[in-house]
């Protein structure tokens, strides 16, 4: 699933970064990931990604 259209990031490149430890935030997992966050509308999703993969950890 694409979660933010504006840099093409997908589900799988967000989980990954969380489990290689580029998880503190969702705007520090797009800069580990080469961008940032344009529009916005994909944060919250980024962020609930990201908390499954640390309570997964």
Do not use: F, P
Request: aromatic content about 2%; glycine content about 6%; hydrophobic content about 40%.
């Amino acid at each position: 699933m694409v979660v933010c259209i504006c840099n093409n990031i997908r589900e799988r490149d967000l989980r990954e970064a969380a489990q290689h430890g580029n998880a503190v935030s969702a705007c520090a997992t797009y800069r580990a990931l080469g961008c940032r966050a344009k529009c916005g509308q994909c944060i919250r999703t980024a962020r609930a990604i990201l908390s499954e993969e640390r309570a997964a950890a």
